[in-house]
């Protein structure tokens, strides 16, 4: 597995401002991705991070709201944009190593905006 | 839509038994299959993996898959207090997992 950590752990923000969310991995990792966990909810994957391209966004997400940077193999941010009270979730990044399919989760970014 | 289905409980056994936690996936696409514990206000942790059709033990925990039924299930044995956790089953390939809602478990003393 890998050791990922995750800034801030948990903010609270005003409606209309944005939030850059930091992963950092303690190894070079093939695949980087982003989930949002509402509260009582499940993991709903927002995009996976792309080392050198572009982020591929799931179905209901798109860059202007989320945009994602992965510089390098072993760190990646998130960025919630214009939040709304509905913004409110805990952000995870996930790694996946190479060769296997297994995905290992970060600590989490606990946002609520008012 | 590629769905995993989950009942979401609360599952409640009592200390010292089997614990029988069960998903459906609607993807036959999907080439591997996990399970994830996650104790409130915490990120989910790896537990189990699966990739092929039949069990998968690893101490306490058996792993279940059936392909062509699209189930899989998650054992527990001898069922502790700390095990009281949401595990969520998820499933899909390298590039994409799907994640089930997640069933409750409570083990009681």
């Known amino acids: 597995s890998a050791v990922i950590s995750q800034k801030p752990s948990r903010d609270i923000c005003q409606r209309g401002t944005s939030l850059t969310i930091q992963c950092q991995v303690d190894?070079?990792?093939?695949?980087m991705f982003w989930y949002r966990q509402q509260p009582g909810q499940s993991l709903t994957l927002i995009a996976t991070a792309n080392q050198g391209s572009e982020a591929t966004y799931e179905s209901g997400f798109v860059i202007d709201k989320f945009p994602i940077s992965r510089p390098n193999l072993t760190f990646s941010t998130l960025t919630v944009s214009n939040m709304s009270p509905e913004d409110s979730s805990i952000y995870l990044c996930?790694?996946?190593?190479?060769?296997?399919?297994?995905?290992?989760f970060g600590p989490g970014t606990r946002l609520t905006v008012t | 839509q590629k769905e995993v289905e989950q009942n979401s409980g609360p599952l409640s056994v009592p200390e010292g038994a089997i614990a029988s936690l069960n998903c459906t996936y609607s993807d036959r696409g999907s080439q591997s299959f996990f399970w994830y514990r996650q104790y409130s206000g915490k990120s989910p942790e790896l537990i189990m993996s699966i990739y092929s059709n039949g069990d998968k033990e690893d101490g306490r925990f058996t792993a279940q898959l059936n392909k062509a039924s699209q189930y899989v299930s998650l054992l527990i044995r001898d069922s502790q207090p700390s095990d009281s956790a949401t595990y969520l089953c998820?499933?899909?390939?390298?590039?994409?997992?799907?994640f089930g809602t997640g069933t409750r478990l409570q083990v009681t003393l």
């Open positions: 190894s070079q990792v093939t695949m």
């Open positions: 998820a499933g899909g390939t390298a590039s994409k997992l799907t």
């Open positions: 996930s790694v996946g190593l190479a060769g296997v399919y297994e995905q290992y």
